[in-house]
């Protein structure tokens, strides 16, 4: 075991893709266990025939057809009718409407893409300091990651069988802590700048959300079809496709269906297949370490050193922020989330508060030095050094990390509107 740890570990030095590691490792330890090498793929099989599974696709298709439109610059004037006036205004803004895209884009790096070089400039144009502005861009591209209809979500419910809505649900006031946050750290940090405030106008309020109407408008009719009961996931990720397809094509006319659409096809879907092969060979890993009851031999080994259920969740805290560091999202929900899910159980930590502090610390870890993706996709968008980056985003690495805190250490972040929504009698569930 300790060899083919080292063989793998030297893979993954060497640049192997993570599908390729996984895959090997997963049928090298079925083989030496005498068990036929079929089970690698037969989790595949099992994924296949999940019916929310066409709704990563269609919500992933969605986001690439609106940052393909002018979609950011709606969004983005919108935000600034709305909260620009405010002092600290732009930033505010910055905060809505990333998180807003990231809901729809997932953390794949589309956000910095697409809204940063529209808001670098403006920002530094109000006088905002540029390790904020970089900081505040950088954390912004992995925030939203919590609010609907957001892919690493879906993802996770699949992986950990805990139902999508709920975990939706479950992760809007915890979401919503990290951008009120994030939110007066920017405020406090503009009135130092001496930020000038802009003057309130209803009128371009009302232009630019009317002018923003159709975008806006997704969100509200999403979460209402599927917690008014009358789609599945499944059905308003194919609702969203066509609806922001014939948006983009008919109405705004950004998109041409016969020059854009093979692109955006093409693009989304590559990144879905890449999810999909990681996803299908890590299932098969998977099945081996629970077959070898991989993660009761951990639970010993921790009930040896970690008695108590506040010391575990730090513990848990840091070994994820380090996850999210080193691992993207999809990767790192594949991989880990099968193994601490057991482990949380018995450490009585309801299953949808682990959703809520698993995918937060990926959030954060995208943002962590020194290999962060964030960091990196800012330094190529950017084009500023690294280490610039490493120093403009560790005062919201720090706001982060006291949100995360509250979020760990409050379960009714998580569970209360599952409360107030009426869905007491699913808070038992599998614990």
Request: glycine share 8%; net charge neutral; proline share 6%.
């Amino acid at each position: 075991m300790i060899v083919i740890g080292g063989l793998l570990l030297l893979a993954a030095l060497v640049g192997t893709p993570l599908f390729v590691i996984l895959g090997g490792a997963a049928w090298l330890l079925f083989w030496l266990a005498e068990i036929d090498t079929a089970a690698v793929v037969i989790e595949l099989y099992r994924l296949a025939q999940t019916p929310t599974l066409l709704s990563i696709p269609l919500f992933t298709f969605s986001g690439y057809v609106l940052a393909a439109g002018q979609a950011p610059q709606r969004l983005v004037r919108c935000a600034q009718a709305l909260v620009g006036w405010l002092p600290g205004g732009l930033a505010l803004v910055t905060l809505l409407a990333c998180a807003f895209f990231t809901a729809f884009t997932g953390a794949s790096g589309v956000t910095i893409v697409a809204l940063g070089g529209l808001l670098l400039p403006l920002l530094l144009q109000e006088r905002y300091p540029e390790p904020f502005s970089l900081g505040l861009l950088t954390t912004c591209g992995s925030l939203g990651l919590l609010f609907p209809p957001s892919l690493p979500v879906i993802l996770y419910g699949l992986v950990a069988q805990v139902p999508i809505e709920l975990i939706f649900l479950a992760g809007l006031l915890p979401g919503g802590l990290l951008i009120v946050l994030l939110s007066l750290f920017s405020v406090h940090r503009a009135r130092r700048a001496e930020v000038p405030v802009h003057t309130y106008s209803w009128r371009e309020m009302v232009r630019a959300v009317w002018a923003a109407k159709w975008e806006l408008s997704i969100p509200v009719w999403v979460l209402g079809g599927i917690y008014g009961g009358l789609v599945t996931v499944s059905e308003a990720a194919l609702l969203t496709a066509v609806y922001t397809l014939l948006v983009a094509s008919f109405v705004h006319r950004e998109v041409h269906l016969w020059r854009d659409l093979p692109d955006l096809i093409t693009q989304s879907m590559t990144l879905i297949g890449a999810i999909f092969i990681v996803l299908g060979t890590a299932l098969g890993l998977t099945s081996y370490l629970i077959d070898a009851q991989v993660p009761q031999q951990l639970l010993r080994i921790m009930e040896q050193y970690i008695q108590h259920r506040v010391v575990f969740l730090l513990v848990l805290n840091a070994f994820l922020l380090l996850v999210g560091c080193l691992m993207d999202v999809f990767s790192a929900i594949i991989v880990v989330v099968p193994l601490i899910a057991p482990l949380a159980a018995q450490y009585d930590v309801h299953p949808l508060h682990l959703s809520i502090i698993f995918l937060t610390n990926l959030e954060i870890g995208y943002s962590t030095p020194p290999v962060g993706l964030n960091l990196f996709l800012s330094s190529l968008r950017f084009e500023r050094p690294i280490t610039q980056l490493y120093r403009a985003s560790w005062p919201f690495l720090l706001v982060l990390v006291v949100a995360l805190l509250l979020i760990t250490y409050i379960p009714d972040l998580s569970l209360a509107l599952l409360k107030w929504f009426g869905y007491a009698e699913l808070l038992t569930l599998q614990r």
